[in-house]
């Protein structure tokens, strides 16, 4: 058994050093690293969803004829963006809207989404989760009627 340490220890061959690191070079630094570079799509997708539901959102608080009306409207259409997208609806982790509702004015539309930061196969989710924000601004038209005539 000494001799066979001796063999595998010494300087003549080298090779059960090279076969050591590389299974650590392996293990440790180049699988987590694919792993994370496997996830960006993925938060290029959250990101990409966010961007559209805020878009859509603010257009149809724009649209409404009353914030309560364009709040409703634009809720269930981020919620039919996102579950259209295949995340989950729970991802919604808010909607909200800045601006005033009157003709010549802007509104901005908030959308954040929660994502789990890493999911690897055969186990689920890992880690906590990260907050997407996006934000978007729609114009109400000048020449805009509220209501009924």
Same mark, same amino acid.
């Given at each position: 058994?000494?001799?066979?340490?001796?063999?595998?220890?010494?300087d003549?061959?080298g090779?059960?050093?090279?076969? $050591?690191?590389?299974?650590?070079?392996?293990?440790? $630094?180049?699988?987590?690293?694919?792993?994370?570079?496997?996830?960006?799509?993925?938060?290029?997708?959250?990101?990409?969803? /966010?961007?559209l539901?805020?878009?859509?959102?603010?257009?149809?608080?724009?649209?409404?004829?009353?914030?309560?009306?364009?709040?409703?409207?634009?809720?269930?259409?981020?919620?039919?963006i $996102?579950?259209?997208?295949?995340?989950? +609806? &729970?991802?919604?982790a808010? #909607?909200?809207?800045? &601006?005033?509702?009157?003709?010549?004015?802007?509104?901005? /539309?908030?959308?954040?989404?929660? +994502?789990?930061?890493?999911? #690897?196969?055969? +186990?689920?989710?890992? &880690?906590?989760t990260?907050?997407?924000?996006?934000?978007?601004?729609?114009?109400?038209?000048?020449?805009?009627?509220?209501?009924?005539?």
């Amino acid at each position: 058994m000494r001799n066979l340490w001796r063999k595998v220890a010494s300087d003549e061959t080298g090779s059960a050093y090279a076969a $050591i690191e590389m299974v650590l070079v392996l293990g440790f $630094i180049l699988l987590p690293l694919l792993a994370g570079i496997a996830q960006l799509p993925r938060w290029v997708d959250a990101r990409s969803t /966010a961007d559209l539901a805020a878009q859509e959102a603010a257009r149809e608080m724009v649209l409404a004829d009353s914030y309560d009306e364009g709040h409703a409207a634009a809720a269930l259409v981020v919620v039919t963006i $996102i579950s259209n997208r295949g995340l989950d +609806v &729970g991802a919604l982790a808010g #909607l909200d809207f800045d &601006g005033v509702l009157a003709r010549g004015e802007t509104v901005t /539309a908030t959308v954040t989404l929660r +994502v789990p930061p890493v999911i #690897l196969p055969g +186990v689920g989710p890992v &880690g906590g989760t990260i907050n997407i924000s996006r934000t978007a601004t729609e114009r109400v038209d000048d020449y805009r009627q509220f209501g009924a005539p």
